[in-house]
């Protein structure tokens, strides 16, 4: 089955622990992204993949690193976690190919609280 | 500056029509995006346009105006479990690029 994986599924740390969030899919999609949704904001993306070794900065990349060293794995880094990072976390992958986008999935989402 | 703009809700009649529109100004773009998201789920794709005019996908249709810097979605014989966020979303420089989304659009269904 097609999908994205995500790891915590929930999560509640306290600020400045050291965190990772997995992101895994099976597709082998070029394309990975994080996001964060806060209400009233809707999606922000914080960093997002071409392919593997190649990220670049979304809207709001500040206090998240990531790194894509494999093609299936996407991991988001909170180096320093703090309360203004509480939010629901989505990662995402798409296929190469405008008429594949159908077969683009989000993963099932990460929430976190950071106390 | 980046800005994409839609309705922060809706309300429509079951079996009726509704268009959710969205605007956009963005540095860059190259194409439009539309998700719908339930209450507690991950968003699911419904198109992506890239050229001007309107691409009909069952009882949804997505509409682009590059120039206009405007889309809608039109969603046709509303049904109960179409009640969810409609969000819309600008890929800035390829699809699989920066993209950004606005707040979304929560559209209710009523018998």
Redesign the interface.
């Given at each position: 089955e097609a999908q994205v994986t995500q790891n915590p599924r929930y999560l509640i740390t306290v600020t400045g622990k050291k965190l990772t969030v997995t992101c895994s899919q099976n597709m082998n999609h070029e394309y990975m992204s994080w996001y964060r949704q806060d209400p009233g904001l809707g999606l922000r993306q914080i960093y997002y993949s071409m392919n593997v070794e190649v990220t670049d900065k979304g809207d709001v990349p500040e206090g998240y690193k990531v790194s894509r060293k494999e093609k299936r794995n996407f991991p988001l880094i909170l180096e320093s976690p703090s309360p203004n990072q509480t939010s629901l976390y989505f990662c995402a992958s798409i296929p190469p190919g405008r008429s594949s986008y159908n077969e683009q999935f989000f993963g099932p989402g990460t929430r976190l609280t950071v106390l | 500056g980046?800005n994409i703009d839609q309705p922060t809700e809706m309300t429509a009649t079951e079996g009726a029509i509704v268009q959710i529109n969205c605007t956009y100004q963005t540095s860059g773009f190259n194409g439009l995006f539309w998700y719908q998201q339930h209450a507690g789920?991950?968003?699911?794709?419904l198109s992506?346009n890239?050229l001007d005019g309107l691409e009909e996908k069952g009882r949804f249709s997505s509409f682009l105006s590059r120039s206009k810097g405007y889309s809608y979605l039109l969603l046709k014989e509303l049904q109960m479990k179409d009640s969810a966020s409609y969000?819309c979303?600008a890929a800035l420089y390829s699809?699989?690029?920066?993209?950004?989304?606005?707040?979304?659009t929560r559209l209710s269904i009523r018998p």
């Amino acid at each position: 089955e097609a999908q994205v994986t995500q790891n915590p599924r929930y999560l509640i740390t306290v600020t400045g622990k050291k965190l990772t969030v997995t992101c895994s899919q099976n597709m082998n999609h070029e394309y990975m992204s994080w996001y964060r949704q806060d209400p009233g904001l809707g999606l922000r993306q914080i960093y997002y993949s071409m392919n593997v070794e190649v990220t670049d900065k979304g809207d709001v990349p500040e206090g998240y690193k990531v790194s894509r060293k494999e093609k299936r794995n996407f991991p988001l880094i909170l180096e320093s976690p703090s309360p203004n990072q509480t939010s629901l976390y989505f990662c995402a992958s798409i296929p190469p190919g405008r008429s594949s986008y159908n077969e683009q999935f989000f993963g099932p989402g990460t929430r976190l609280t950071v106390l | 500056g980046q800005n994409i703009d839609q309705p922060t809700e809706m309300t429509a009649t079951e079996g009726a029509i509704v268009q959710i529109n969205c605007t956009y100004q963005t540095s860059g773009f190259n194409g439009l995006f539309w998700y719908q998201q339930h209450a507690g789920e991950a968003p699911t794709f419904l198109s992506y346009n890239v050229l001007d005019g309107l691409e009909e996908k069952g009882r949804f249709s997505s509409f682009l105006s590059r120039s206009k810097g405007y889309s809608y979605l039109l969603l046709k014989e509303l049904q109960m479990k179409d009640s969810a966020s409609y969000l819309c979303a600008a890929a800035l420089y390829s699809s699989a690029s920066k993209i950004i989304f606005g707040s979304g659009t929560r559209l209710s269904i009523r018998p």
